[in-house]
C-alpha cells in the first residue's frame, strides 16, 4: 500500500504527531515523534511504548 496523501493538519491537530522511519521528510520533520519503519510494526511499537507509559 502506498500512501498518496496526507492529511498532516487533521493527523497533528488531534494530538501526539507520530510518523513511521519511512514516511516522507514532511510528514517527519513535522512529527513529534519517529517511530520504526510500518514494515517493522512501527505503529504497533510506539503504542506499546505510549500505553507503556501510562501506568
Known amino acids: 500500500m502506498k500512501l498518496i ?7 497533528f491537530l488531534r494530538g501526539d504527531g507520530v510518523a513511521v522511519a519511512n514516511a516522507i521528510p514532511a510528514l517527519k520533520e513535522a512529527a513529534k515523534h519517529v517511530t520504526l519503519s510500518n514494515k517493522d510494526q512501527g505503529g504497533l511499537d510506539y503504542l506499546e511504548k505510549y500505553l507503556d507509559n501510562l501506568d
Open 5 to 11: 496523501a496526507v492529511d498532516m493538519d487533521g493527523t
